[in-house]
């Protein structure tokens, strides 16, 4: 029986390797190949919770105390109850503060925004002439980064602009004149404020580029590439990704000097959540059974991905037709609609977010119980990272994956 009281969805126990057509299984073949042509056991997606971790829990060794911050820094941690570091913080920190480079490999959800953001904070706070550009694969996380950043930089007269796309470029243009010591964007935006002359990379003694793997998957590797290429040699460089393909490890060879090295991985799969498949005949099926999950009385907050920006849409579009809270986020929205969707998401106005890929890394939103994959994840790595934005900390959380049968 599962959680609904019902059979598990579609025996997976019974068989579980399949080969579809895109986004679609069928029978006959091993495995799921997508367009990227890799093989995906579809047995993978399917896990009950443990209470064990097979990942030796990882030594803290320092306090926030123990990295001498200034003052007004140790304040804000204070208020917004930061006790104790996360092991890449623990294990970044020091390093950064001693004027390091590092190539940091975390999972999402590790703490990493804080790991860079608070020994950059002091560092700025020590010697204003400092600047700092942070580039990010999407709006979203640049946003959230930006967030974080204000609330550690309280009352202590440091500033930021925010650059990406779907917003006004006038409006960030003007913030960029007041020379912020901070500079947090995505790669598209900075290229364009750059061929505008508004970006000078030479300003900037610091660079973080978070989410790195994202960066390659999304096509940004060039930019990234021109960026260090510009920016001054003498700087810290502070890499952080969550796997290192050869591309990766060749860049931070060829830009990072005499890099820390910091891993710290945790489970491949958080042991609080309860992965299964829902296996459809056809699409009325499945929206039917879409339905059915999203009506039961343990569904309280759903992440649904899909592959494309337009199934994106018409499934929210279908979702808000028959009655559900519902909205979404792609790339095809404005920057205000889709920050307006997070915000309603995030304080529970709606409780159904349809979003592709871009709401797969490095958002944080509280009590998302339910993760669902209406189509199936190019890799392995994509379903991870979807699935991570529920089960978090100490919270439980359920992981289903749609698969067409044919």
């Not at 967030?147 to 930089?153: P, V």
């Not at 000078?200 to 590797?221: A, T, W």
């Not at 830009?255 to 891993?263: A, N, S």
Request: hydrophobic share 35%.
């Amino acid at each position: 029986m599962d959680f609904y009281g019902k059979k598990r969805y579609g025996n997976s126990q019974n068989s579980s390797r399949f080969a579809p057509r895109r986004n679609s299984f069928g029978g006959g073949r091993q495995g799921y190949r997508n367009a990227n042509r890799e093989t995906i056991d579809v047995s993978r997606f399917v896990r009950k919770p443990s209470h064990t971790s097979d990942v030796v829990e990882v030594e803290i060794k320092n306090t926030f105390d123990d990295f001498r911050f200034c003052t007004q820094l140790n304040e804000n941690l204070k208020k917004k109850r930061y006790l104790k570091p996360t092991p890449i913080q623990d294990q970044s920190i020091a390093h950064i503060m001693d004027g390091k480079d590092i190539m940091g490999l975390a999972n999402t959800g590790t703490g990493k925004t804080a790991a860079f953001l608070l020994p950059l904070i002091n560092k700025v706070f020590a010697d204003k002439g400092e600047s700092v550009l942070i580039i990010t694969p999407t709006r979203e996380l640049a946003i959230q980064i930006n967030n974080e950043f204000r609330e550690f930089s309280w009352f202590m007269k440091i500033y930021s602009a925010i650059c990406v796309g779907g917003t006004p470029i006038y409006r960030q243009i003007s913030d960029l004149r007041r020379n912020p010591e901070f500079v947090i964007g995505t790669p598209g935006r900075i290229k364009d404020l750059h061929d505008r002359g508004i970006i000078k990379f030479e300003r900037f003694q610091n660079v973080v580029i978070d989410e790195f793997d994202r960066m390659l998957d999304m096509g940004f590797i060039d930019n990234i590439r021109m960026f260090l290429d510009k920016l001054p040699s003498n700087r810290q460089s502070l890499f952080f990704s969550a796997t290192m393909p050869p591309k990766i490890k060749n860049l931070a060879n060829e830009f990072l000097k005499d890099p820390v090295i910091v891993e710290v991985k945790s489970s491949k799969t958080s042991e609080n959540i309860d992965q299964d498949v829902v296996r459809v005949s056809d699409r009325r099926d499945k929206f039917n059974r879409l339905q059915d999950i999203l009506n039961n009385q343990d569904m309280k907050k759903a992440l649904i991905f899909s592959e494309t920006k337009m199934d994106v849409e018409r499934l929210s579009q279908e979702l808000v037709a028959n009655g559900f809270r519902a909205d979404s986020i792609h790339g095809d929205k404005r920057q205000g609609q889709r920050q307006k969707a997070l915000n309603q998401f995030r304080n529970n106005e709606i409780n159904i977010l349809v979003a592709t890929d871009v709401a797969s890394r490095g958002l944080d939103i509280d009590n998302i119980s339910h993760v669902i994959n209406y189509t199936v994840p190019q890799t392995y790595d994509d379903y991870i990272h979807r699935i991570g934005r529920t089960g978090r900390g100490d919270k439980s959380g359920f992981a289903l994956t749609f698969i067409e049968s044919r």
